[in-house]
T-cell receptor, first 110, second 112 residues
Framework: GQQLNQSPQSMFIQEGEDVSMNCTSS?????WLWYKQEPGEGPVLLIA?????ELTSNGRLTAQFGITRKDSFLNISASIPSDVGIYFC??????????FGTGTSLTVIP | NAGVTQTPKFRILKIGQSMTLQCTQD?????MYWYRQDPGMGLKLIYY???????DKGEVPNGYNVSRSTTEDFPLRLELAAPSQTSVYFC???????????FGPGTRLTVL
């Protein structure tokens, strides 16, 4: 299957700090999605990206579709305690399958 | 709208037992998916369906079967449970290709 490398694996940050995480692949993707998962819940979509170079924001979250179409980035500005969770990237090739990264676990220290 | 609902929430099976994980969505989505999530890992696609009567294998289909007789329901069947199938199973639906997927709350399955 497709391998999406997500980094970092985990982050411990102070409340108010900015966060950056990324996802890379050896394959070219048509769509990149970023999800957040909280304990005991299913993933919830944060941002969807459909074009190379696209930069999209959702409140304090900003994500970019890499120009090579092999990577994507997610930034969270001014983190707050409720940002805690696991963040997953997911990429879609042609067809109906999405491939998920292994996740970045975010801990925000008040 | 309830969205995507899954039952049961938790289940313990003995090796060799069978069970069906239920998934229902009330959003009239054509696309439905089954994923498994192992500890510390991302989601891996087991099976998916692009409409009633149509199913296809994902990345890790071995040991599972699905059916899609209605738009709303997409059950996942385990015939001979094995310890390697211990995982959290998520069902998702989507209105179409390249659209976001809406996930259910998951079923935590342990096979002993």
């Amino acid at each position: 299957g497709q391998q999406l490398n997500q980094s970092p694996q985990s982050m411990f940050i102070q409340e108010g700090e900015d966060v950056s995480m990324n996802c890379t692949s050896s394959s070219i993707f048509n769509t990149w999605l970023w999800y957040k998962q909280e304990p005991g819940e299913g993933p919830v979509l944060l941002i969807a990206l459909y074009k190379a170079g696209e930069l999209t924001s959702n409140g304090r979250l900003t994500a970019q579709f890499g120009i090579t179409r092999k990577d994507s980035f997610l930034n969270i500005s001014a983190s707050i305690p409720s940002d805690v969770g696991i963040y997953f990237c997911a990429g879609q090739l042609t067809g109906n399958q999405f491939y998920f990264g292994t996740g970045t676990s975010l801990t925000v220290i008040p | 709208n309830a969205g995507v609902t899954q039952t049961p929430k938790f289940r313990i099976l003995k090796i060799g037992q069978s069970m069906t994980l239920q998934c229902t969505q009330d959003m009239n989505h054509n696309y439905m998916y089954w994923y498994r999530q192992d500890p510390g890992m991302g989601l891996k696609l087991i099976y998916y369906s692009v409409g009633a009567g149509i199913t296809d294998k994902g990345e890790v289909p071995n040991g599972y079967n699905v059916s899609r007789s209605t738009t709303e329901d997409f059950p996942l069947r385990l015939e001979l449970a094995a310890p390697s199938q211990t995982s959290v199973y998520f069902c998702a639906s989507s209105p179409g290709n390249y659209n976001e997927q809406f996930f259910g709350p998951g079923t935590r399955l342990t096979v002993l």
